[in-house]
């Protein structure tokens, strides 16, 4: 069993984008995959219960069922900081209980768990804990979102140095255009970030507004 963890070099990177696109890469390759948003701000009540979108997402191309709460076991209503809108709620996020809920998911056995972060690589849980934690405990391998705006090199630079102070392997990076207008400059920035960059560049996702429904596999390329 292999998990990957989409961060990105910002919250609006394109993590979602670059999820679907990665499920439907695995997906195309025939392995049985399972989505998690492990943590959500920025949800909507159901009738049930809170519901996120980027989970509900994954889940539309993930090839093994699993029940809601398993992709998504902490949701919070506010788009705010996590780490925050646990606090508010009165939920105590730890990596033991985080972990409990990873473990459900390997129970189902995929070949693949996709784990999509929120916000960036250094993301605050609580006043203990930070998400590459939880990421070096379930032994994933990151992919990086490059969000392609003004500001992205040292954004992707410092990101990836980070994940390796993490101790945590990089599979690689993938550019999405998250804006209707391509960056000034865009193929330049691309090359840059080759030059720079000391993981491989996995593609590139232009920006579509009917994103969502297209597949996006073929633009990937992941290791096997
Ligand atoms: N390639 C794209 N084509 C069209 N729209 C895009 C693309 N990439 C990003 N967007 C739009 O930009 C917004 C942010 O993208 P996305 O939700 O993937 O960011 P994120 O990194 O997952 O953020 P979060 O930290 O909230 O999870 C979304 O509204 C999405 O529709
Ligand atoms: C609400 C938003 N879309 C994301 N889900 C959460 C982004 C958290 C960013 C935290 C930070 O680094 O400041
Ligand atoms: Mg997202």
Known sequence: MKAYFITGTDTDSGKTVVTQAVLQHLADKGLKTLAMKPVASGCDWDGTRWINADAT?????????????LTNPFAFEPAIAPHIAAQEADVSLSLEDMLQHFERLVALNPDVIVVEGAGGWLLPLS?????????????AEVILTVGMKLGC?????????????????????ITNQPSVEPMARSEQNLDT??????????????FDANWQNLAL????????
């Open 57 to 69: 997402n994954a889940r539309r191309h993930m090839t093994l069922d699993c029940d809601y709460g």
């Open 127 to 139: 006043d203990q804990l930070m998400m590459p934690e939880f990421v070096k405990a379930i032994n």
């Open 153 to 173: 090199l040292n954004h992707a630079m410092l990101t990836e140095q980070a994940i390796f102070s993490s101790s945590v392997p990089i599979t690689g990076w």
């Open 193 to 206: 970030l080759k030059q720079r960059m000391a993981s491989s560049h996995l593609g590139s996702i232009s």
């Open 217 to 224: 596999g073929h633009l990937i390329n992941l290791p096997d």
